[in-house]
């Protein structure tokens, strides 16, 4: 008669504990560095929180004073179980907050980034 409950409160404890990001510190420090065109090592990344469905929310803070806010979609647990290991996790979104060089338009030239055409025509160079 208790059985019942308690396979149903076993299973619904198994589907929760899937819903967390599946991606390592590693995975999320690399998919960072190409989004704010840093090198690994330069910035540090604090304040991660996790959404259900695998978004992860996190600040990006560089060497150089700038601050990112940033957020990526990771596999949970159940996504990759369901779907045999074949779901990716997403790049890494970030948004130059006030008084970053990136927000306000400098270029750091320390970073052995070059000015092209489409970044002249943003008026980042």
């Given at each position: 008669?208790?059985?019942?409950?308690?396979?149903?409160?076993?299973?619904a404890?198994?589907?929760?504990?899937?819903c967390?990001?599946?991606?390592?510190?590693?995975?999320?420090?690399?998919?960072t560095?190409?989004?704010?065109?840093?090198?690994?090592?330069?910035?540090?990344i604090s304040?991660?929180?996790?959404?259900?469905?695998?978004?992860?929310?996190?600040?990006?803070k560089?060497?150089?004073?700038?601050?990112?806010?940033c957020?990526?979609?990771?596999?949970?647990?159940?996504?990759k179980?369901?779907?045999?290991?074949?779901?990716?996790?997403?790049?890494?979104?970030?948004?130059?907050?006030?008084?970053?060089?990136?927000?306000?338009?400098?270029?750091?030239?320390?970073?052995?980034?070059?000015?092209n055409?489409?970044?002249?025509?943003?008026?980042?160079?």
């Amino acid at each position: 008669m208790y059985l019942r409950p308690i396979t149903v409160l076993s299973t619904a404890v198994l589907l929760l504990s899937g819903c967390a990001a599946t991606i390592n510190q590693s995975g999320l420090e690399q998919r960072t560095a190409q989004a704010i065109g840093q090198p690994t090592g330069q910035f540090t990344i604090s304040d991660r929180s996790e959404e259900t469905g695998g978004r992860i929310n996190y600040t990006v803070k560089t060497k150089d004073g700038g601050t990112y806010r940033c957020y990526m979609y990771s596999a949970t647990g159940f996504q990759k179980a369901m779907s045999f290991g074949q779901i990716p996790h997403s790049d890494a979104i970030c948004t130059a907050m006030a008084g970053t060089p990136a927000a306000s338009g400098q270029r750091n030239n320390n970073s052995g980034s070059t000015c092209n055409a489409l970044l002249q025509a943003a008026g980042r160079c």
